[in-house]
């Protein structure tokens, strides 16, 4: 079992910068793959990054590559996502999931996550 927390959302302009963090808890987090997601109101929820068990690979979305970078600190059992440069259409409820099934491939693929965080809401003003 895992338990994922999120914090760090929050109200932000447009162009501006948040860091959003995702404590784990029970099993180890430095033994699986990690990803952020989103789901924005009437829409599906979409990947936007994932880090492998090292950190030494990421993916992103299209949609936020050079303005997001997600990294990890195995000792703390925490993900980071730093969002920069953001824009209203990053407005979402923002996910942490781990993908306790890979280790060495950060997948974008929704199905491969199996314990979810319960959501920060971040909202980009413009």
């Known amino acids: 079992q895992v338990q994922l927390v999120e914090s760090g959302g929050g109200l932000v302009q447009a162009g501006g910068s948040l860091r959003l963090s995702c404590a784990a808890s029970?099993?180890?987090?430095?033994?699986?793959?990690m990803g952020w997601f989103r789901q924005a109101p009437g829409k599906e929820r979409e990947f936007v990054a994932a880090?492998?068990?090292?950190?030494?690979?990421?993916s992103y979305a299209d949609s936020v590559k050079g303005r997001f970078t997600i990294s990890r600190d195995n000792a703390k059992n925490t993900v980071y996502l730093q969002m920069n440069s953001l824009k209203p259409e990053d407005t979402a409820v923002y996910y942490c999931?781990?993908?306790?099934?890979?280790?060495?491939?950060?997948?974008?693929?929704?199905?491969?996550?199996?314990?979810w965080g319960q959501g920060t809401q971040v909202t980009v003003s413009s």
């Open positions: 029970g099993r180890a987090s430095s033994n699986y793959v």
């Open positions: 999931a781990a993908n306790t099934r890979q280790v060495y491939y950060p997948s974008s693929r929704i199905q491969n996550y199996d314990y």
């Open positions: 880090i492998n068990w090292s950190g030494g690979s990421t």
